[in-house]
């Protein structure tokens, strides 16, 4: 018998490239160093009966108002002479159990209540509102006040007055969440489905506003550390021996100017744990924003970030087009990993001409089209090379003030969604005369007019009427009209219209192609035409460009592209559209999925998907080859006219 060994390949386990909670909490350092201090506070809190330290309710008379950094008294003593030190610490303990006690209670049935009022409304939610509107109806402090002075004083009548003050707080706030929540589709399913509404609520809901409570309970909790202690302070708290924060503050205000220290340390005290308590919850805040889990704790900024190299790229030389992209490439720096969205992309756009850019979800065509004009969020985007020129004016090296003057003026964007672009708030003719007055000076009755030829030069009937309608009262045709008609507002030299069409019909979408065509030839502008679709691409397109894991792998005259495509990636996007009178055609969907752009593999990223791939295909750089002036491919094995689909 002979032994064999079994070799295992284990895969290495795959860790996900966004940051953890705790990597973007550690990454805002105010947060930061406010859990320091809060934990350092809450450890020698807790630590309070394992800790070598007096009796903080033995009087000592003979010792009454010790210095700071007295022998046996660290902090001191006070006028009864009790050590500062331990009722500090004791006292603290009191003032943290106080506040979150009374944050946990005020969160519950503030919470609750306006949970069951926002998704039951009518009566059920009159009736909980206006109640909660009575009680918000007295300053909260002097209803605190007046509760305490009912129960009578003592700390546990604080927290119940702190908490019942603070619920109004809770429950207008979830309130308002849960009643957008309770009209949205999933809980609709989920009524349809069946469930119960102490199930739509409790399992559909309450996952969705949970956040915001966290967040509200963390940015409250310091407030109601500050209420305990300004109720003890006025001796309606903590009751003599019990110490906490706002008594030992309250028995030191009598002789603050014969021994400051004994009101002075417990002040510092509230300051340090409120101070630490809110830069917390602003980071669990921000942490739980969704909008900002990018690897980086704070909010996109205007424009996309620009870190070329020592050696920009020049300016073409000669005669270009009116906008020309040269080696372009746009990151994304997510936790530890860079997703490199767009990998060096050429463009060319002539006055008057239409150039397609077709790909797949997620090959980088929006974010190319983006970051033209510095529309790619920073953080977590940033263009890491190239350049882009408008009209021999190189876009990245421009200031903030004129790129903002050329955003909407000489470049104008329509965007795939019109009824998110557009403000829901402002009627059509708000919008319309913002659009045109921040670029020209025109009266009130200049700019009305213009707006009114606006619409009807992209076929809105009724145009001067038109004016008041607010978005939602329009249909999606004529949302996407009005977007067309804003881009045409300051005529524009260049006209960047991402998937404009895909969320309309195919009557629709017609009209909006022959619009587009017929505007972009009788002004001569250029339009940069953004779609996944080779249908779209053939009716309108003069030149397209097709782009796989943000680099463009083919590029040329649209008919001589669909009637022979040389990349078998373009190929096989011209073989999923459909023909008619052709009904036996196979509609055939690519193998496999396009590479993620933070691993994009060696050589040729379309190797894993291409049927004609060969080994020396996944090595080396695949450049992309200019045949002409106007065709080019990036493939080492292109198919031949013949080898067309």
Known sequence: ??????????????????????????????????????????????????????????????????????????????????????????????????????????????????LVAGYAGGRVDTLIMRGIDMVMAFPYILLAL??????????????????????????????????????????????????????????????????????????????????????????LGAQPPQADLGSMLGEGRKILFTAPHVSVIPGLMIFALVMSINLFGDGVRDVLDPRLRAGSLTRPVARTAVERGDAPVPPPSGKGGVLDVRDMRTEFEIGGSVYKAVGGVDLTLAAGECLGIVGESGSGKSVTAMSIMGLVPTPPGRIAGGAAYL???????????????????????????????????????????????????????????????????????????????????????????????????????????????????????????TLMNGLRRDRNAAILFITHDFGVVSAICDRVAV?????????????????????????????????????????????????????????CAFADRCGRVRPECRSGEIALVISREDRGVRCLYPLNTEGAA
């Open 146 to 235: 007046a509760i305490v002075a009912v129960l009578g004083p003592g700390l546990l009548n604080a927290l119940y007055a702190i908490a019942l003050v603070n619920i109004p707080f809770f429950a207008r706030n979830i309130r308002g969440i849960t009643l957008g929540l309770s009209r949205r589709e999933f809980v609709d399913a989920a009524r349809l489905s069946g469930k119960s509404p102490a199930q739509i609520l409790f399992l559909e809901i309450l996952p969705n506003v949970l956040p915001v409570i966290v967040i509200t309970m963390s940015t409250t909790v310091g407030w109601m550390i500050l209420e305990t202690a300004g109720l003890s302070f006025l001796g």
């Open 547 to 603: 782009m796989y894991a943000g680099r463009i792998v083919e590029t040329g005259r649209t008919n001589e592209v669909l009637a022979s495509p040389q990349h078998p990636y373009t190929a096989k996007l011209i073989e999923c559209v459909p023909v008619l009178g052709e009904p036996e055609r196979r509609l055939d969907a690519i193998e496999g999925r396009p590479p993620v752009v933070n691993n994009l593999p060696d050589g």
């Open 391 to 513: 009209d021999g004016e190189d876009l990245f090296a421009v200031s903030d003030r004129r790129i903002r003057k050329l955003r909407g003026s000489a470049v104008a964007y329509v965007f795939q969604d019109p009824l998110s672009t557009l403000h829901p708030l402002f009627t059509v003719g708000d919008q319309l005369r913002e659009a045109i007055g921040t670029h020209q000076p025109l009266s009130a009755a200049e700019v009305k007019a213009r707006a009114i030829e606006l619409l009807s030069l992209v076929r809105i009937p009724n145009a001067k009427e038109r004016l008041s309608a607010y978005p939602h009262e329009l249909s999606g045709g004529m949302r996407q009209r009005v977007c067309i008609a804003m881009a045409l507002a300051n005529d524009a030299k260049v006209l960047i219209a991402d998937e404009p069409t895909t969320a309309l019909d195919v009557t629709v979408q017609s009209q909006i192609l």
């Open 1 to 114: 018998m002979t032994d064999t060994t079994q070799t295992v390949e284990m895969k290495p386990k795959r860790t996900s490239a966004r940051p953890g909670t705790l990597a973007l909490l550690l990454n805002n350092s105010l947060a930061t160093g406010g859990l320091i201090v809060l934990v350092a506070i809450c450890l020698i809190a807790l630590a309070a009966p394992l800790l070598p330290l007096a009796d903080p309710d033995v009087t000592a008379p003979v010792d009454r108002l010790q210095p700071v950094f007295s022998d046996g008294h660290l902090l001191g003593t006070d006028h009864l002479g009790r050590d500062l030190l331990s009722r500090l610490i004791w006292g603290t303990r009191v003032s943290l159990a106080v506040g979150l006690s009374a944050t946990v209670i005020a969160a519950f049935f503030g919470s609750l209540l306006g």
